[in-house]
């Protein structure tokens, strides 16, 4: 772990100490002791579950319909190591400064069409074209049940992406 994941550990550790013997020593109702002890516990669990996104560790969100992208790394599915295989990408959002915000990294669950789409992509990219994505809707069952329940296992296998030389940027007139 990072000293910094650390020190604010350390730090909720400390208020949970003070605010325990806040509580023992104030003549404050039961139920308001309860309450603020219950809310900080609700903080300890929140601010942990939030370090991988303060990390930078890849995110499991939906990819957005139009993005460019920056660079892949691929892991195969594996059978000696038990490995279901994924896909981390980073991407910058389309809509967001003309996909030219800060990049995020995305982990996909393996497909072997995917893998091909955007290992064509990657070579794209090493030969100097950016590439686009887009996210393509199909309407098949499996994906309108699934973004009905709102499942993102489901939603996640379901995806179709497309990628594309990306558009030359137009240059305002002198």
Not at 2 to 31: C, E, K, N, P
Not at 151 to 163: C, L, P, Q, R, T
């Amino acid at each position: 772990m990072d000293s910094t994941i650390i020190l604010i550990i350390l730090g909720y550790v400390i208020l949970a100490f003070l605010l325990l013997i806040f509580s023992m020593r104030t003549s404050f109702h039961w139920f308001l002791k309860a309450t603020m002890i219950t809310v900080l516990t609700f903080f300890y669990i929140t601010t942990y579950k939030s370090f991988n996104d303060l990390l930078g560790w890849p995110t499991k969100d939906s990819l957005p319909d139009r993005f460019r992208l920056i660079a892949a790394q691929i892991y195969e599915p594996n059978i000696v190591i038990n490995s279901e295989g994924s896909i981390y990408i980073w991407i910058t959002n389309m809509n967001e400064k003309s996909g030219l915000s800060t990049p995020r990294s995305l982990e996909i669950p393996y497909s072997k069409e995917i893998h091909q789409k955007i290992s064509k992509a990657l070579v794209n990219i090493k030969n100097g074209v950016p590439q686009m994505g887009e996210m393509s809707d199909e309407n098949n069952e499996e994906g309108i049940v699934a973004k009905i329940l709102e499942k993102k296992k489901a939603v996640s296998n379901s995806i179709k992406v497309n990628f594309f030389d990306m558009p030359s940027q137009l240059l305002p007139e002198k």
